[in-house]
Antibody, heavy 119, light 111 residues
């Protein structure tokens, strides 16, 4: 069965960095585009970043452009999100999600990992 | 301020029909991009409910249906049940932003 398991969340001070990971299993990871979506406490969903199946193209929300970097290792079935210059407004649960055949919607989601940016 | 606009809340008694609207613009829904819907139960990750405007993934009850017209879309729940109490989000793609976008979410309360 398809599984996406995020890790790497925690409490970090403003301006510092954090790296999230998403371990994928149960499907051929290298053939799917992948996304990061976040949800601030008590708020709605916000798309963060997307990477093509082969890693050649990446897209970012304006709110994280220049600070976050999405990457993947298809040999290890792992998706990553490097978050630099973190701000309080980046506090959220971060989900990795699978894109269905590049159709632009998400059929499987991880359970999420909480990132808290606070001094 | 979300790119896609949803009502913050809707409610209905068990067995009633409830609809949730999702209003976009000419750069997303109106540009022909599909609308998808997700259900998020309290404390859990979102779950795909409707894809491609009106298609249900395997396992989603047929009381859930979706439609799209012009710059808007709707999710209908026919015969709402207590277990449907959750937050619902619409999602599409916006060509002006070059971004995948969500509605602000609608909380469904079953009376």
């Amino acid at each position: 069965q398809v599984q996406l398991v995020e890790s790497g969340g925690g409490v970090v001070q403003p301006g510092r960095s954090l790296r999230l990971s998403c371990a994928a299993s149960g499907f051929t990871f290298s053939t799917y585009d992948m996304h990061w979506v976040r949800q601030a406490p008590g708020k709605g969903l916000e798309w963060v970043a997307m990477i093509w199946s082969d890693g050649t193209n990446k897209y970012y929300a304006d709110s994280v452009k220049g600070r976050f970097t999405i990457s993947r290792d298809n040999s290890k079935n792992t998706l990553s999100l490097q978050m630099n210059s973190l701000r309080a407004e980046d506090t959220a649960v971060y989900y990795c999600a699978r894109d269905v055949n590049s159709e632009g919607y998400f059929d499987y989601w991880g359970q999420g990992t909480l990132v808290t940016v606070s001094s | 301020q979300s790119v896609l606009t949803q009502p913050p809340s809707v409610s209905g008694a068990p067995g009633q029909r409830v609809t949730i609207s999702c209003t976009g613009s000419s750069s997303n829904i109106g540009a022909g991009y599909d609308v998808h819907w997700y259900q998020q139960l309290p404390g859990t990750a979102p779950k795909l409910l409707i894809y491609g405007n009106s298609n249900r993934p395997s396992g989603v009850p047929d009381r859930f249906s979706g439609s799209k017209s012009g710059t808007s879309a709707s999710l209908a729940i026919t015969g709402v049940q207590a277990e449907d109490e959750a937050d619902y989000y619409c999602q599409s793609y916006d060509s002006s932003l070059s971004a995948w976008v969500f509605g602000g979410g609608t909380k469904l309360t079953v009376l």
